[in-house]
């Protein structure tokens, strides 16, 4: 079973910065694209920002110039770098691996981040 673990989420003032990381074992990591997502209660989840396995990135409109994602296949760990934080940025963080298949598809337990104003 492959698992994600996510960590750096916390309370952060408006203007601030965060960076959140993911984990995972296996030598799969590599081969995935790797993403975050965030949700708020009662709200559909969304996406934040994507790299691909070679290396292309792909954000959210709303986090364009503000947020950078990056992936270390050695260390089989993806980042979000989050600066000029909001607070409609608050939200629960979702970590996400997506293979080829309709099954490679897994999720982090989610890490909430909190942005007072």
């Known amino acids: 079973q492959v698992q994600l673990v996510e960590s750096g989420g916390g309370l952060v003032q408006s203007g601030g910065s965060q960076r959140l990381s993911c984990s995972s074992s296996g030598s799969f990591f590599r081969l995935y694209t790797l993403g975050w997502y965030r949700q708020v209660l009662g709200k559909q989840r969304e996406l934040v920002a994507t790299?691909?396995?070679?290396?292309?990135?792909v954000y959210a409109d709303s986090v364009k110039g503000r947020f950078t994602i990056s992936r270390d296949n050695a260390k089989n760990t993806v980042y979000l770098q989050m600066n000029s934080l909001k607070p409609d940025d608050t939200a629960v963080y979702y970590c996400n691996a997506r293979g080829i298949t309709a099954t490679q598809d897994y999720w982090g337990q989610g890490t909430q981040v909190t942005v007072s104003s």
């Open positions: 790299v691909s396995k070679s290396g292309t990135t």
